[in-house]
């Protein structure tokens, strides 16, 4: 059977329908596809970054079942399909992605962003509560730039209080000798400020409760 990049292109047309049917059809015809296109790391990266950003969650399933090695490959920018589902708050495709690659929790992206960062940042708290459900690590992992913010910083950065809240009472109920030290960790490329100063500084820390405000530093 003759082997054309055009096989593959319908695999990145499925991935944006989230067409399975067709999906199985195209490997049908051609059993190598999935092996073939885990090779692709571009802009755009696999048709499993695509169906991932897109939350074809039954087409992630499909595609990971196929080649569970997709879920391990990278975009052009560092990012694992993980990172686009919890960035875009795609809940189930998110669950899909951690049953066959849970350790992309950890992978940072080309900005120094783990796929918790982006969901921090852009409000998704039920994404926010499946990343950390899954590895409870991944809150202490900071952004590595010269900034070195910690999630918790993120979340003050975009005014995601929701998933601060979540973040800081997820830390108080944890046994972790770690936690005041992370509570009150600095960032920033002048010396660093706490995550209470900063929420100073932007005129939030009204938002928080009292016994927020208390652990984030405020005594």
Do not use: W
Not at 56 to 83: I, M, Q, W, Y
Not at 121 to 149: A, F, H, T, W
């Amino acid at each position: 059977m003759e082997i054309t990049r055009h096989d593959e292109d319908e695999v990145y047309e499925a991935s944006r329908t989230g067409d399975v049917e067709y999906l199985n059809r195209l490997i049908e015809k051609d059993p190598e596809i999935p092996r073939r296109i885990s090779l692709q790391t571009g802009k755009t990266g696999t048709p499993l970054h695509v169906s991932a950003l897109l939350g074809h969650a039954e087409f992630t399933k499909s595609l990971c079942t196929k080649n569970p090695k997709l879920a391990e490959r990278v975009d052009a920018d560092g990012r694992t399909p993980l990172h686009l589902a919890s960035a875009e708050g795609q809940k189930e495709t998110v669950e899909a992605l951690l049953s066959v690659y849970a350790n992309a929790c950890l992978r940072c992206d080309e900005k120094g962003r783990i796929p918790l960062h982006y969901a921090a940042m852009n409000g998704e708290v039920e994404v926010l509560q499946k990343l950390i459900d899954k590895n409870p690590e991944s809150i202490y992992v900071k952004v590595e730039n010269r900034s070195n913010e910690t999630v918790l910083h993120l979340c003050i950065i975009h005014n995601q209080l929701k998933c601060l809240k979540l973040l800081v009472e997820r830390l108080l109920v944890e046994r972790d000798n770690r936690n005041d030290e992370f509570l009150n960790s600095k960032a920033g490329c002048d010396g660093g400020v706490t995550i209470l100063r900063l929420a100073l500084m932007l005129r939030q820390i009204k938002p928080l409760s009292p016994s927020l405000r208390l652990h984030m530093g405020q005594r």
